[in-house]
């Protein structure tokens, strides 16, 4: 039975040595790109979808997604409808999936940012959580374009 309580405790102490620190303020993870949304510059700047990023995500911290998979689903359509299907792990299960979507700039290359939000006051286990989702990104004018996620090329296609 002491080694039970012993273990508790030891488990205990480490998770809340991993939570964030209460007394430091909220911030956006400065080396992730992009980590200024949402933009209030421009509100109608993102596509938006079940994962597009909230205002209350401003008061969150940011982080990363470890993506397995990506594919660019083409729908049989008229117009082309395309659909994104991610797979991949949240950090924790605290935190929450965010998927901005840019409309396609002048080169016809749309931008995606995946990452997650967590609360900073909020202790979590540290396990992987799983996600696999479809992000509709609608249809597109007549041409070539590319789809780049996390600064990453991942598809070219004709719409």
């Known amino acids: 039975m ?6 508790l405790l030891v488990l ?6 991993c939570a964030p620190n209460a007394d430091e303020p909220a911030s956006l993870d400065p080396s992730y790109p ?10 109608n700047s993102l596509i938006q979808n079940d994962y597009a990023p909230q205002p209350s995500d ?3 911290i940011h982080g990363t997604v470890f993506l397995d998979s ?3 689903l083409t729908l049989e359509s008229s117009p082309l409808q395309f659909t994104l299907h991610l797979t991949g792990n949240l950090p924790t299960p605290c935190d929450q999936l ?4 840019n409309p396609p700039d002048t080169d016809n290359k749309i ?3 995946v990452y997650s939000v967590s609360a900073p006051d909020k202790v979590c286990a540290q396990v992987l959580a799983p996600f696999d989702t479809n992000i509709s990104l ?5 041409g070539t374009y590319t789809l780049w996620i996390n600064g990453e090329m991942v598809a070219e296609f004709q719409s």
């Open 12 to 17: 205990s102490v480490t998770l809340t040595a």
């Open 70 to 72: 990506t594919e660019l």
């Open 2 to 7: 002491k080694k039970i309580i012993t273990l």
């Open 58 to 60: 401003t008061s969150m």
């Open 111 to 113: 931008v995606v940012d």
């Open 34 to 43: 992009n980590a200024s949304y949402p933009n209030p510059s421009y509100p």
């Open 138 to 142: 609608g249809s597109f004018p007549t």
């Open 98 to 101: 965010r998927v901005a979507v």
